[in-house]
Nanobody
Framework: VQLQASGGGLVQPGGSLRLSCAASGSISSINVRAWYRQAPGKERELVAVIHNSGWTNYRDSVKGRFTISRDNAKNTVYLQMDSLKPEDTAVYYC?????????WGQGTQVTVSR
């Protein structure tokens, strides 16, 4: 199973983007899906996570602006990003985790700039 992330791009401050991460197949043991990001010169950090139960959590700096969701039928997880700020600029990676599986997408660049 492979993950394909898409939806990144260049957006002005205050704008919105919607990231998608589609899995090429389904794995029953996957129970957590998440988005991470890595800015130049910085470590990768967790942005948002969604559990199979529907429980979600966000890093403090994106709370109220980002929303993670999933479509089980499409094996896809989304990250709706609103009110984007320059400090949100990074490569965003999706991650599916569970059982013996720890799957990563290839990353999609998000740049917030005038």
């Amino acid at each position: 199973v492979q993950l394909q992330a898409s939806g990144g791009g260049l957006v002005q401050p205050g704008g919105s983007l919607r990231l998608s991460c589609a899995a090429s197949g389904s794995i029953s043991s996957i129970n957590v899906r998440a988005w991470y990001r890595q800015a130049p010169g910085k470590e990768r950090e967790l942005v948002a996570v969604i559990h199979n139960s529907g429980w979600t959590n966000y890093r403090d700096s994106v709370k109220g602006r980002f929303t993670i969701s999933r479509d089980n039928a499409k094996n896809t997880v989304y990250l709706q990003m609103d009110s984007l700020k320059p400090e949100d600029t990074a490569v965003y990676y999706c991650n599916f985790n569970g059982g013996f599986h720890d799957l990563w997408g290839q990353g999609t660049q998000v740049t917030v700039s005038r």
